[in-house]
């Protein structure tokens, strides 16, 4: 079978080539027939990975341990799921995974061609020349179907324990499909700006496809962190890791695409800024990529070192010169139609938005650099890690969540300010005396310290946030409810359905003040480290913990230990929760699981740490961390916000949009939509 | 009247300013020994390899994160500042030890530049919204009819009103 999925490979590589090469004859000749071919061979890469991949998670499950691979990410014990999840695991596993999902990316564009045949090939063509980079990989610098020399070993070495959880299971895919998903966009993007494409079509095309992978690129992240919450077992969600950094930066990005790119849709404005935000996200998806597998920084999530590193600057390099001459050639094409004409206007809130996320991406990537910069130019070595991040990002955030909530109430071009007081006045009381509320009643004190006043300041700016989307909402939902006869909630409905890209906008921004919230919980924090022994108690924060028992298992995969603690508030018992202690037979690694009680106002993590080593007590250590629940909630209205977007609008009898859902605001007519229209 | 209320204005602004930075200046520098520990603590990084915090190590039973917890606790209970107590970590594990950079030599440039680009950003952009304004007059009816924006108010309210579904 490895032979099989070697040749595959190679298959598919050969037939990358011919899609590229073909497609490209086709478009200088202008020759469908020819173009036909190399669609249909683009479709049948997808065949050919596809049976690769599968071969290897077959070679997973039948314990085939001449492959070099499997016997280092899978163990015969190892449970089936996790077998599978060995396809992502690894260095060359997960290369051959990212082959596929671009394989599948690239089946659905081609099978999608009748969008607009012409731009769809030229696409193809660059969606092509990624694909084959990415083959040149896994058949020449990271074989996944490399065979073992000598005796084959009866057992696998095992996956790693840190991966052994549900959480892995889906968390690569998505995040790889974020990553992965973001060549879509530039690869449209590219073509539009080589082919001098005319009209908005394809924005709105690159806006979609952007939207998917945003959606697979948050999800990822969010998942990354739960698995980090739930398994690390150090109590947070959030390292500030090189790998994080390296998820949030084509996020970052392609977060200020998805805004900006209202402009250009809107106004014909910002149109090569909208085309570098895609080339810089996409860029930054393969930087984050060769960060992780280069040994260029130092993570705990990394992939062991190796020597694929040059490859991927070889083609970044040549990505960069590729799009800098297209630019350069045809920037003619992207001249803007129309001048920003006031500060106070819906296009500089974009402009603003755009700047703050840049600002945060960049220092985001300058401070995971910056530690080889230093080595560089000092001979020394330094750490950059949470204290350095988040010193500069939160208030980043926080000036940015201010605009999220004053960005609704700007017109497009521009706003007077007696306008924006009248809009703003109410949820700005609204949030200030939410905020002196909290103070008054002993719940924050932002004189104490500072991450206290950032906490404070989160929670009025998403209050503020809340209440000017609830007026937008609800300001909406009265007039359609007035016109129908119906409820203000049906009215609401109505409303996000006609305009599913502006009010799902809304609920993402929801989502987004919501995981603030969460985030804010950070500045409460309390833990707490003892060793119990039976009938021991603990407490922390409003819960004391005492210690009913101890007791032991053994299954094929791990010797386990779990500590049997009873919880009690207020005098009352309400749980009893297990953390666990796992020993990995295979990989002869321990692990720990985390016990976690989670309620709205706080979480009660519990981690068994292992025994004093001096008088072999069990040692627990707990954390209480007030609002996590929020970070989770906020992820789920993200999903539904970003899916509802995703949704075309309802048409109404009244008007016809125009493609893509949206019409242009005329440059000769105030722009400020009707309600019901929207616009963003 | 106008002139009255601007100045009140500009007053409560900028009494609202100096409150958050008086909250800002005290707030850095209260706490209690509990949250000093946790402070310094999440100023330094375990050395055992784990690459994270020294106070969020992760390994079972890692014996290095315990013994530099009793390195520091022991530093607070002898009474060292804050800087005596990273200066000694700097000189047993190294400048890595320290979860974020100084602010001396070349590790300032860490500091500054974010900064730098954050200004220069911000200022980028008024420059070039005030060259669009000054170079291009803008278009079309909504400005070449003179109107204060005040009235295209007025004008958007009364269009939501008519055509209101």
Redesign the interface.
Same mark, same amino acid.
């Given at each position: 079978m490895p032979q099989i999925g070697s040749f595959t490979l190679l298959l598919g590589l050969a037939l990358s080539v011919y899609a590229f090469a073909a497609g490209l004859f086709a478009i200088v000749r202008d020759d469908d027939r020819l173009s036909e071919t190399a669609r249909r061979a683009g479709i049948a890469v997808f065949l050919a990975v596809t049976a690769a991949s599968g071969i290897l998670v077959y070679a997973a499950f039948h314990n085939d341990f001449s492959v070099a691979y499997i016997l280092h990410h899978s163990n015969r014990a190892l449970p089936g799921a996790y077998k599978f999840a060995a396809l992502w695991s690894g260095q060359e596993g997960s290369l051959l995974f990212w082959c596929w999902l671009l394989a599948i990316y690239g089946l659905v564009l081609r099978l999608r061609h009748r969008v607009d045949t012409r731009l769809v090939a030229y696409a193809s063509v660059i969606l092509s020349a990624v694909q084959i980079f990415f083959l040149i990989l896994v058949n020449f610098a990271a074989h996944p179907f490399a065979l073992v020399t000598g005796a084959v070993p009866a057992d696998g070495n095992g996956l790693n324990p840190l991966l052994q959880y549900p959480e892995m299971v889906i968390h690569p895919p998505m995040l790889y499909l974020g990553y992965v998903g973001m060549t879509v966009p530039f690869c449209f993007a590219l073509a539009a700006l080589i082919m001098k494409y005319p009209g908005e079509k394809w924005i709105h095309i690159t806006r979609r496809w952007t939207m998917v992978g945003w959606l697979f690129l948050t999800c990822g992240i969010f998942l990354g962190s739960y698995w980090a919450y739930r398994v =690390?077992?150090?109590?947070?969600w959030w390292?500030w !890791?090189p790998v994080e950094n390296a998820s949030l930066l084509p996020w970052l990005t392609g977060t200020a695409f998805l805004h900006s790119v209202m402009m250009q849709e809107k106004r014909g404005m910002m149109k090569v800024w909208n085309m570098w935000l895609i080339f810089s996200t996409f860029l930054l998806a393969i930087f984050g990529t060769f960060l992780t597998r280069s040994g260029v920084v130092?993570?705990?999530h990394a992939f062991a070192e190796s020597d694929i590193g040059p490859y991927f600057v070889y083609f970044l390099a040549l990505t960069f010169a590729t799009c800098m001459f297209f630019y350069v050639r045809n920037r003619s094409h992207l001249e803007s139609e129309h +001048?920003?004409?006031? =500060?106070i206007s819906r296009e500089?809130s974009f =402009? /603003?938005n755009n700047?703050l996320l =840049?600002?945060s991406a /960049? #220092?985001v990537l300058?401070?995971t650099l /910056?530690p080889v910069l230093?080595e560089w130019?000092?001979g @020394? +070595?330094?750490?950059?890690? %949470? %204290?350095?991040f988040n +010193?500069?990002n939160i208030p980043?955030a926080l000036f940015l969540l201010l605009l999220t909530a004053v960005g609704p109430l700007l #017109?497009w071009? +521009?706003?007077? *300010?007696?306008?924006l007081r009248k809009n703003f006045l109410i949820p700005a009381v609204i949030a200030v005396v939410f905020g002196v509320a909290l103070m008054a009643m002993g719940y924050v004190k932002?004189?104490? !310290?500072?991450s206290?006043?950032y906490s404070l300041m989160t929670i009025m700016l998403s209050v503020l946030v809340a209440a000017t989307i609830g007026s937008e909402f609800i300001r909406g939902g009265l007039?359609?409810a007035? @016109?129908?006869d119906s409820n203000v909630f049906h009215g609401m409905y109505l409303l996000t359905r006609r305009n599913t890209r502006r009010y799902g906008g809304y609920i993402v921004h929801l989502g987004v003040i919501v995981t603030m919230i969460g985030f804010a919980g950070v500045a409460f924090y309390q833990?707490s480290e003892q060793e119990l022994g039976f009938g021991d108690k603990m407490a922390i924060g409003p819960y004391t913990l005492v210690c009913r028992s101890y007791t032991q298992d053994d299954k094929p995969n791990y010797s386990s230990e779990w500590a049997i603690l009873d919880i009690y508030k207020g005098g009352k018992q309400i749980t009893t929760m297990y953390p666990e202690?796992r020993f990995y037979k295979a990989s002869g690694q321990? #692990?720990?699981i985390v016990a976690n009680r989670s309620t709205i106002m706080e979480d009660l993590y519990l981690?068994y740490?292992?025994?004093n %080593?001096e008088n072999g007590r069990p040692i627990i250590k707990a954390h209480l961390n007030p609002l996590v629940w929020w970070i989770w909630a906020g992820a789920h209205f993200i999903l539904v916000g970003t899916i509802i977007a995703l949704v075309p609008n309802m048409q *109404?009898k009244?008007k016809k949009l125009a493609p893509g859902g949206q019409a242009r605001a005329p #440059? !000769?007519?105030?722009a400020?939509s009707?309600?019901?229209a929207g616009g963003d | 009247m106008k002139i009255a209320r601007k100045m009140i204005h500009r007053w409560a602004a900028a009494l609202l300013l100096a409150s958050a930075l008086l909250l800002m200046g005290a707030a850095s520098d209260a706490g209690g020994q509990g949250q000093r520990f946790d402070r310094l603590g999440h100023n330094l990084m375990c050395q055992c390899g784990c690459g994270q915090v020294l106070l969020e190590c992760n390994h079972v039973g890692c014996s290095t994160s315990e013994q530099m917890r009793k390195e520091m606790k022991l530093a607070m209970a002898r009474g060292d500042s804050d800087q005596v107590i990273l200066a000694g970590f700097v000189g047993k594990y190294g400048p890595t030890v320290l979860s974020a950079p100084t602010t001396t030599g070349f590790n300032r440039v860490a500091w500054i530049m974010p900064v730098v680009i954050f200004v220069a950003a911000l200022g980028a952009v008024m420059l070039v919204v005030r060259a669009w304004k000054k170079r291009n007059p803008p278009s079309g009816p909504t400005n070449s009819g003179g109107q204060p924006p005040e009235e295209l108010d007025e004008f958007r309210r009364r269009a939501r009103e008519e055509t209101a579904l």
């Open positions: =690390l077992g150090w109590g947070g390292g !890791d130092s993570s705990v +001048k920003l004409e006031s =500060l500089s =402009l /603003f700047v =840049l600002v /960049f #220092a300058w401070g /910056f230093s130019v000092t @020394h +070595k330094v750490t950059v890690g %949470p %204290p350095f +010193k500069v980043i #017109a071009r +521009k706003t007077s *300010t007696e306008s932002p004189w104490v !310290d500072m206290y006043f007039v359609i007035r @016109h129908n833990n202690q321990p #692990a720990t981690v740490t292992g025994k %080593p *109404t009244r #440059a !000769d007519i105030p400020e009707p309600v019901e | -």
